[in-house]
Each structure stands twice: as C-alpha cells, then as structure tokens.
C-alpha cells in the first residue's frame, strides 16, 4: 500500500513536469529527490514498527533481535525500492512498462514467503538473506539516484 501511494505522488509531478526545476538548481538533484520521499518513508516506519511490535507480542519470540532485523530490512526495502522506482520513471518516458516491471518484481518479491515456508528454510539464514537483498536494493536506489542523466529526464517528459 505503501509503494502504491508514493508512486501516486511520483507520476502526479512527473506529468506534471514538476522535476525538471531540480535539475535547473545548483544542488545535486538526487538530494531534493531523496528528501521528497521522506513523508512516505517516515509513514512506512511508523507502520512498519507498529506491525512489527503486534507480530512480536503475537509470537512471543524469545529474542528482540527477531524483531529489529525485519522492521530494518523493511524500511531499507521500501526506501530502495522507491528510490529505484523513481529514477526510473523519471529517465523512461513509457511510464506503463515501468509500472508493468515493477508490479510484476513485487508480485516475484511476494512469492518469497511460500517458498520460504515449502522448504523450511532455517529463520536465520531467511532473515540475513532478505537484509541483505533490502541493503542492495537501497544501495541501487542511491546510486541510480545519483546518476539521473537531466537530458534524460527532460526528454522522457
């Protein structure tokens, strides 16, 4: 629901040519960009420790641990992802086959937990693997946010 609601916002001001002005500024655009996501984020924070507190009491797990990775590992997916979201959009003018590659890499992304559980897979070894793809999936959002060609992004409008 989350990623649904930002990429609302995103295409709202891509159509609307508002982010052509960060690229005419003499700061990095980039930073403009990530502070702009900072409400959505900040949302998914909050509802991603509030969820993860209810499933914590919920599952009475000895250990806090199992609680921190995943709320960590969620909100640097969802930053990542929204990151990857928007660098693409604003360089790719067919903002439907974004829309269509992105959905079907969450409808992938939400096959994960089945899999998980067909296979018993040990707890440990899923959530240090799913941090890590949360870590490369922030670390690609930045540096595709970094290195938004401004042609690109005026042509693809």
């Known amino acids: 629901i989350i990623v649904s609601l930002s990429f609302a916002g ?3 001001r891509k159509v609307s040519k ?11 655009p980039s930073r403009f960009l990530i502070v702009e996501m900072l409400p959505i984020f ?8 509030v969820f993860g507190i209810i499933l914590y009491y ?5 250990s806090p641990f ?5 709320i960590i590992g969620s909100m640097l997916f969802i930053l990542g992802f929204g990151m990857i979201f928007l660098a693409l959009t604003l360089q790719i003018s067919n903002i439907r086959a974004v829309n269509m590659v992105l959905f079907l ?5 939400a096959k994960i937990p089945k899999y998980i559980i067909n296979e018993n897979l040990p707890l440990e070894l899923v959530t240090n693997v799913l941090l890590a793809i949360s870590i490369l999936f922030a670390l690609i959002g930045y540096i595709l946010l970094e290195r938004i060609n401004p042609e690109r992004v005026i042509l693809s409008s």
């Open 10 to 12: 995103f295409l709202k």
């Open 18 to 28: 508002f982010y052509q002005l960060y690229f005419i500024l003499p700061e990095k």
């Open 42 to 49: 900040t949302i998914t924070i909050l509802l991603t420790v």
């Open 58 to 62: 919920k599952a009475s797990s000895p």
């Open 66 to 70: 199992w609680l921190i990775l995943p």
């Open 105 to 109: 890499l969450l409808f992938v992304l």
